[in-house]
């Protein structure tokens, strides 16, 4: 009769354990892994929320947003196509067609244009900025940018620590900045 006693409280610790883990399983699926269980601020969320948009300049913002969208989209299926076309040249023979100076030119340009494409975006959400907001607008610039490139502290590598520390000293540069190393 012992037996079947521990056999049974065996059971159950097994199928305690099966339910705790399916339990666990589900918990990590369904909740997002968001620092502190929240998701984060989107910088269109960011905007409103920091110049108090009201509900017709949400209105116009968001159909900005939906432009600009929509041209950076075209501008990097380009961008990549381009850079496709250019590591494409390291394994043809031929020097027919396109160099890759040309394709990386073709790059660049197109770099640029997705810098004046959201040059032009901010333009137009100042713009519809009332004269008390664009102080505010001009301030938090800086961070709305860093969040659509999906970086709000700055640092674009998880091993970049930013930029090099100051040297203080008498062979310290004038900025306070390392200078180039001394060996070259």
Known sequence: ???????????????????????????????????GGRRPETPREFVIRNLKFSDDQVKKYDALINIHRTSMDQLRKESMDYRTQLFNKLHENTNQGITPDSLSQLIA????QIELATY???AQVRAICT?????IFDKIIGDVTKMMSGNMHGSKH?????????????????????GPPENE
């Open 158 to 178: 998880p091993g970049d620590q930013g930029p090099p520390p100051r040297r203080e000293g008498p062979d310290a540069p004038e900025n306070g900045r390392p």
């Open 120 to 122: 032009n975006h901010f």
């Open 1 to 35: 009769m012992n037996e079947s006693k521990s056999l049974r409280l065996w059971k159950y610790a097994v199928l305690l354990l099966v339910l705790c883990n399916i339990a666990l399983i589900a918990t990590i699926w369904v909740k997002p892994n968001f620092p």
């Open 131 to 135: 004269d008390a907001q664009k102080p």
């Open 109 to 112: 340009n197109n770099q640029k």
